[in-house]
């Protein structure tokens, strides 16, 4: 994550310098600037990291002190953030929505957020998920359970977005949860890819590769999970 920092500095620097996004590398600098953003964004609203931050500040310290501390590796004109809201609200880099882009994520949870601020980001306009959506497409903890945060994340993004997602309730059964999804605006000609997948879990797949981009109902009752 360190590195998605340096990524988030050096996009504030292209921004104050003015340059234009009209070459390949400039793309490029874009996507990186969105994965950066999308990556500190889902970490400063996670409980586990605030509670890790807090961990390594000196206990005499307070939580703002030790986030100024935190945050002086940022541009002067951002140092005062101490809290998301600031952060988020600090989020103003008029980035233009970028064309042509084929990007993979493959991971767990974490790599899921990245992919859903990109993706929302991608097809809203380039506009950010607002942190009071309840609910909300970064935040399961919002829905009742996971396969309504399936369903309501890709009705969100429909028609760019098919979902080979499935999760039983209860305790995580790893034989059978699976969360495959494939976004394609074909306007900007933007396509990501996102690929479960849990350390030794071996990955799965619902859908043949020639049909991930055909319709398909999202699988709710575990008797009709299937794999190829």
Same mark, same amino acid.
């Given at each position: 994550?360190? +590195?998605?920092?340096?990524? *988030?500095?050096? $996009?504030?620097?292209?921004? !104050?310098?003015?340059?234009?996004?009209?070459? /390949?590398? =400039?793309?490029?600098?874009?996507?990186? =600037?969105? #994965?950066?953003?999308? *990556?500190?964004?889902?970490?400063?609203?996670?409980?586990?990291?605030?509670?890790?931050?807090?961990? =390594?500040?000196?206990?005499?310290?307070?939580?703002?002190?030790?986030?100024?501390? @935190?945050?002086?590796?940022?541009?002067? !004109?951002? #140092?005062?953030?101490?809290?998301?809201?600031?952060?988020?609200?600090?989020?103003?880099?008029?980035?233009?929505?970028?064309?042509?882009?084929?990007?993979?994520?493959? +991971?767990?949870?974490?790599? /899921?957020?990245?992919? &859903?601020? &990109?993706?929302?980001?991608?097809?809203?306009? +380039?506009?950010?998920?607002?942190?009071?959506?309840?609910?909300?497409?970064?935040?399961?903890?919002?829905?009742?359970?996971?396969?309504?945060?399936?369903? @309501?994340?890709?009705?969100? %993004?429909?028609?760019?977005?098919?979902?080979?997602?499935?999760?039983?309730?209860?305790?995580?059964? $790893?034989?059978?949860?699976?969360?495959?999804?494939?976004?394609?605006?074909?306007?900007?000609?933007?396509?990501?890819?996102?690929?479960?997948? @849990?350390?030794?879990?071996?990955?799965?797949?619902?859908?043949?590769?020639?049909?991930?981009?055909?319709?398909?109902? %999202?699988?709710?009752?575990?008797?009709?999970?299937?794999?190829?």
């Amino acid at each position: 994550w360190i +590195g998605r920092l340096y990524s *988030f500095l050096v $996009t504030k620097w292209i921004h !104050h310098s003015k340059m234009v996004l009209i070459s /390949r590398k =400039a793309v490029i600098r874009t996507v990186v =600037a969105m #994965s950066a953003i999308s *990556f500190f964004d889902y970490y400063l609203r996670s409980q586990s990291f605030v509670k890790s931050l807090h961990n =390594a500040i000196d206990p005499v310290q307070s939580p703002t002190r030790g986030m100024q501390k @935190f945050i002086s590796a940022f541009p002067e !004109h951002i #140092s005062n953030i101490s809290s998301y809201q600031d952060f988020h609200n600090s989020l103003d880099f008029g980035i233009p929505v970028p064309c042509n882009l084929n990007i993979a994520f493959m +991971g767990d949870s974490l790599t /899921r957020y990245q992919y &859903l601020d &990109l993706v929302y980001f991608l097809s809203h306009n +380039g506009t950010w998920v607002s942190l009071e959506d309840r609910p909300n497409l970064v935040i399961e903890k919002t829905h009742p359970d996971w396969n309504d945060f399936y369903e @309501f994340t890709n009705k969100i %993004l429909k028609p760019h977005e098919n979902c080979d997602c499935f999760r039983n309730e209860g305790q995580m059964n $790893t034989n059978v949860v699976i969360e495959n999804r494939y976004f394609h605006d074909s306007r900007n000609n933007n396509t990501v890819t996102y690929l479960q997948k @849990f350390g030794e879990v071996p990955f799965k797949t619902s859908w043949n590769v020639s049909d991930i981009y055909h319709h398909h109902e %999202l699988v709710k009752n575990i008797e009709n999970v299937s794999f190829v």
